[in-house]
């Protein structure tokens, strides 16, 4: 082997080493670009579909969460004070035109913030209070919790309503997803739960302190509904009612006009405040016309009976 020989593959190598060192580079980058689109994530228990909140993270967000809103003195009494001064669910009748409309805020329903580097808004999506026997859940569409990985800078907003936070704001201690949301994003399994709690107010329970709907699985279609969100450029939540007919044996379908980016995750529900549905599932929650929700079938009842029965 001659020493022009040695020179030539050293050169190459030393090419090959830098091409390397570049792609390694450009995909730190691209990692790093990524995260900052996506927002803080963590991969969590995508084999169950579970995050356990770090604590740390939670209070952040809460803080960042709460430079930007307004805690009324008094916010957070008790669910027999709020239900007196809570407006009442007017009857249910059909929207005509069936067309989404400014609507009063309520207590157990909110926006959901995600503070910090992300591609949203301050509130991204919209949640609702769900009665549980520890008083803590929240249910939303699981586009709104996973995406690429957990967000980790979640905060509900219960009854928000320009710029204020009425009964505080509630972080997560576990967010629930089913594995097959994480694994393809399966629409209809675009369904989670989070388990929540106030920073600042150990042993505060939300459901005590906003009330909550009751669930319903297998709800039996069509059923008279209402849907319930909060648009990301808005301040205020909307609402439609309608007939909510089954689209396939999967999925729930309400016909709203005017349903924007933002009211994801909200509720959709029957005789006042059962919960049979959320903003979700077909094509990320529907069209211009049209609202989905995956249906409340067994896997969503499996996922809530997971959500309360593990313990913190």
Not at 24 to 50: I, K, N, W
Not at 172 to 191: F, I
Not at 252 to 280: K, M, Q
């Amino acid at each position: 082997m001659t020493g022009s020989t040695v020179s030539r593959r050293t050169v190459r190598i030393c090419v090959l080493a830098g091409v390397c060192c570049a792609l390694v580079a450009v995909g730190l980058s691209y990692r790093a670009e990524l995260r900052t689109l996506l927002g803080p994530v963590a991969q969590g228990d995508t084999a169950r579909g579970r995050y356990v909140q770090d604590e740390a993270l939670a209070d952040e967000a809460a803080a960042s969460a709460l430079e930007r809103l307004t805690e009324p003195a008094g916010a957070g009494e008790s669910a027999r004070v709020l239900a007196q001064a809570a407006p009442a669910t007017p009857p249910w009748r059909r929207s005509d035109p069936l067309e989404a409309r400014t609507a009063p805020a309520e207590p157990a329903i909110g926006a959901l913030f995600s503070p910090g580097p992300d591609w949203d808004s301050d509130h991204h999506c919209s949640a609702s209070v769900v009665h549980s026997p520890g008083g803590d859940l929240i249910a939303t569409a699981a586009h709104c919790v996973y995406a690429g990985g957990f967000r980790t800078n979640l905060a509900f907003v219960p009854g928000y309503e320009d710029g204020t936070a009425p009964y505080g704001v509630w972080v997560p201690t576990r967010v629930y997803v089913d594995p097959r949301w994480a694994e393809s994003s399966d629409p209809d399994h675009d369904v989670a739960f989070l388990r929540v709690r106030r920073p600042g107010r150990p042993g505060q329970r939300l459901e005590d302190v906003t009330g909550a709907q009751t669930i319903r699985f297998r709800p039996p279609l069509p059923a008279p509904a209402r849907l319930v969100g909060y648009p990301n450029d808005t301040e205020q939540p909307l609402a439609c009612s309608n007939t909510a007919v089954a689209d396939g044996p999967t999925q729930l379908r309400l016909d709203c006009a005017d349903v924007p980016n933002g009211t994801s995750g909200g509720p959709v529900l029957t005789g006042g405040h059962t919960l049979i549905g959320v903003i979700g599932g077909r094509d990320g929650g529907g069209d211009e016309e049209t609202s989905y929700s995956t249906y409340f079938g067994d896997d969503v009842r499996a996922l809530y009976e997971r959500a309360v029965a593990e313990a913190l």
